[in-house]
């Protein structure tokens, strides 16, 4: 089944082609306009500059995807070539949102095609059901995701621990009660005076810091809500914690990479504790990343450490770089199985639901 997916939720106008068949998706296409470039100068997204952003670029976008899918619109066979549309309903901006799912409905009614309304959160869940370039070395063999299932979402907006168990049946164990993880790694950016978007610039500065004593004595972040009895975070007060050294210690400037790694390993470390928790309490034999700050290596890494050590026999699940920040391939995987159930939404009906929750 040949699917085209539509997101515009916040600052990237994307849209991807992808083919599904059995349990498998394969991306033909995936085409995103970052505009990143643009919010960088107001340190966030003015969500009416991304609007009209959205409206200059969604047509080339989507028609880049056709061509690269080789499928050329104006053409009537292509019509029926793409068999069903999935677009982005929720959460998001509002007016980003409304870009996308006109332009959804509008080639819905052209095209005769029918529509799918994707989740953001669900899209970003199914970045993990995309076929990875399989290295020769692992022999075809790919690992299999097995219900149920633990996801762990990091993005700028969301931090949630998600309960899979099965295709489309979500629960949401845990959630933050305050800022999301990649925000908090935007505005230790900021503190830091890093630049944005804060969670790569982080990462980088991270990296250079290779003393022994990060986190073990002179800087000490706390880790918040590490130990509470339940599956939720809570990043505001790690942020505020920076601010607070930052203000005390006159020298923070030379030592902005062990405030950086330090900063990350707080974050990572309760990211890390709560997914195991979750995995274990609910006997979970699949734990999935997904979100942009699923790009961090750090909680990659950290992650696929964990689970190997103390989850015996699951598998950890990570998307591909691409498919971890905002893009249309991760839409059109979870479209496809959405479709293949066909659930779909009569075009007359499909809206924007800003504050969607998943499920
Ligand atoms: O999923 P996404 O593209 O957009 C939302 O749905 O929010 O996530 C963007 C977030 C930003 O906060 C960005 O700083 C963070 O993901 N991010 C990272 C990394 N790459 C992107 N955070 C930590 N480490 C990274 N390497
Ligand atoms: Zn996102």
Redesign the pocket.
Known sequence: MIILGIET??D?TAAAVVRGAGDKVEVLSNVVASQIEIHKKYGGVVPEIAAREHVLNILPVINEALEKANLTPFNSLFVRRVEAIAVTVGPGLVTSLLVGVETAKTLAYVWRAPVVAIN?IEG?IYANFIKPPLPPSSGGRQRTIKFPAVILTV????TMLVLMSGHGQYKVLGETRDD?A??A??KAAQLLGLGY????A??REAERFTGSDAGTGRIKLPRPMMDSANFDFSFSGLKTALFYQLERNKDWQERVSEYAAEFQRAAVEVLVAKTVKAAKALNCQTVMLS???A???ELRSQLGKAVAEQLAGANLIIPQFTY???NAAMIAAAGYFRAKRKDFVPWQKLKTEPNQELA
């Open positions: 939720s916040c990237e953001h970003h993005s700028g907006g969301h999301a990649g925000e790694f935007d978007p804060g969670g790569p982080v990462a979100g942009g700050v790009a961090n290596l971890c920040t905002d």
